[in-house]
């Protein structure tokens, strides 16, 4: 069983570009977290996802960032416009369920070191 | 809101010594809390999670304690050895719907292991 995969690993986009981050979660999860760490700080919560509806979007900024995650295919996390300020690790995590049960371990992927230039 | 806050910030230890790392969070209503490890430039790899009923878990040289009415989880690591070097990270889930499915953080331990 595969674990969380991102990619690409590291990206570099110039400002003004779009960045396109992929999340396929562990096989038998439904739920798809995504967290920035940016430099010297700590991860950072973005937005929360199911099959095809976003649960939380708290965390994302209001402009120029969106998440999709479609009943087919991987979770999506898209930057337009990128900035430097945009330049940090993106994570995403998934778990299999929510609720009480011992099964909402969250499982992290090796993270899209984005760059922006 | 939840403050998820780790002391000491950083820790050196020579190796063979105990490690003690401590997580403290400001809102008992938790699932569970996980704790993780960094290594530079890598993902986060899951170490331990407790669930808001239990009191401790313990895996190899693990071992994370849970106080939740107090706040408190503290993760044990015996025998420290250098490839013990790492951020150490603890996250809570909460219960209350504005942070539902959200793990909060803190800020990390970065612990070095000396030879």
């Known amino acids: 069983n595969a674990g969380v995969m991102q990619n690409p690993r590291h990206l570099v986009r110039r400002r003004g570009q779009e960045a396109r981050l992929r999340c396929s979660p562990m096989?038998?999860?439904?739920?798809v977290y995504w967290y920035r760490q940016l430099p010297e700080e700590g991860l950072k919560f973005m937005v929360y996802?199911?099959?095809?509806?976003?649960?939380?979007e708290s965390g994302m900024p209001k402009e120029r960032f969106s998440a999709e995650f479609p009943k087919e295919g991987p979770s999506i996390l898209r930057i337009q416009q990128v900035v430097r300020g945009d330049s940090a690790a993106y994570f995403c995590?998934?778990?299999?369920?929510?609720?009480?049960?011992?099964?909402?371990?969250?499982?992290f992927g090796q993270g899209t070191r984005l760059t922006v230039v | 809101k939840q403050e998820v806050t780790q002391i000491p910030a950083a820790l050196s230890v020579p190796e063979g010594e105990n490690l003690v790392l401590n997580c403290s969070f400001t809102?008992?209503?938790?699932?569970?809390l996980q704790w993780f490890r960094q290594d530079p430039g890598k993902g986060l790899t899951s170490l331990l999670l407790?669930?808001?009923?239990?009191r401790e878990q313990t895996s190899g040289r693990l071992n994370a304690s849970l106080d939740k009415s107090s706040g408190r989880s503290t993760l044990y690591i015996a025998a420290s050895q250098p490839g013990d070097s790492a951020t150490y990270l603890c996250?809570?889930?909460?219960?209350?719907?504005?942070?539902?499915?959200?793990?909060?953080f803190g800020a990390g331990t970065q612990v070095v292991v000396t030879p």
């Open positions: 809102d008992s209503a938790i699932y569970n």
């Open positions: 996250a809570v889930r909460g219960t209350r719907t504005d942070s539902w499915g959200k793990l909060q």
């Open positions: 407790i669930q808001s009923s239990q």
């Open positions: 096989k038998g999860h439904s739920h």
């Open positions: 995590a998934s778990s299999q369920r929510q609720g009480l049960d011992v099964n909402t371990e969250a499982f």
């Open positions: 996802l199911q099959k095809e509806n976003i649960i939380d």
